[in-house]
């Protein structure tokens, strides 16, 4: 049974530019969160998909935007990439009260 | 306030010892409050989840200890083995009973010497 995939596992990009991170949740999860976690610290939620609509949204300006997809695939979007997005890039896939499984995550570098 | 404030930051024990981590929140709404292991590389993998409803719950090594009136919750590892060390985070979440939107600890990195 596969978990929750993420592509790709490390990404380095240039300030200024836009990056798309990719994710497949887990088989017979219907929900998808995103979580940015940077070094050292603990996940940060940035939004959370479900029936491809925004259901809720963390701390995080607009730049950062995502995509759910009707077979419950998901992607994030981050524009004018900053040194800060520099980080852990965690995406976790649920069904209702069902805890959350994480995916091992896209390591993104910021130069 | 929505957070979570975990300690300590770090931790050594010996094998066979106990682990403990603690938490404490503020957020009166939340309802749900998993811990997670995070090794280097990989993504948090649930370890073991609390409802307020109960003080104590336990799964083979691992329990946690659930103080609603404190706003506290901790870890215990009994036994703590080698391949206990990792990263751990409590977590907690309040938003209709969804396990998204957790809110998590800064971490605490355990050791466990041979």
């Known amino acids: 049974d596969a978990g929750v995939t993420q592509s790709p596992t490390h990404l380095i990009k240039t300030r200024g530019q836009q990056v798309t991170l990719r994710c497949s949740p887990k088989?017979?999860?219907?929900?998808v969160s995103w979580y940015q976690q940077a070094l050292g610290q603990g996940p940060q939620f940035i939004f959370q998909?479900?029936?491809?609509?925004?259901?809720q949204r963390g701390n995080f300006p607009d730049r950062f935007s995502g995509h759910q997809f009707p077979n419950y695939s998901s992607e994030l979007n981050v524009n004018a990439l900053l040194l800060g997005d520099s980080a852990l890039y965690l995406c976790a896939s649920s069904l209702g009260h069902e805890a959350s499984t994480f995916g091992s995550g896209t390591r993104l570098t910021v130069v | 306030q929505q957070q979570v404030k975990q300690s300590p930051q770090s931790l050594i024990v010996q094998k066979g010892g106990i682990s403990i981590i603690n938490c404490a929140y503020e957020?009166?709404?939340?309802?749900?409050f998993p811990w997670y292991q995070q090794f280097p590389g990989k993504g948090p993998a649930l370890l073991i989840a609390i409802r307020p409803d109960v003080s104590e719950k336990k799964e083979g090594r691992f329990t946690i200890s659930f103080n609603k009136s404190a706003k506290q919750f901790s870890l215990h590892i009994m036994d703590s083995q080698p391949g206990d060390s990792a990263t751990y985070f409590c977590?907690?979440?309040?938003?209709?009973?969804?396990?998204?939107?957790?809110?998590f600890g800064k971490g605490t990195k355990l050791s466990v010497k041979p």
């Open positions: 977590a907690a979440s309040g938003w209709g009973g969804s396990q998204g939107n957790l809110i």
């Open positions: 088989s017979g999860h219907d929900t």
């Open positions: 957020n009166t709404a939340f309802d749900y």
């Open positions: 998909y479900y029936e491809e609509e925004e259901r």
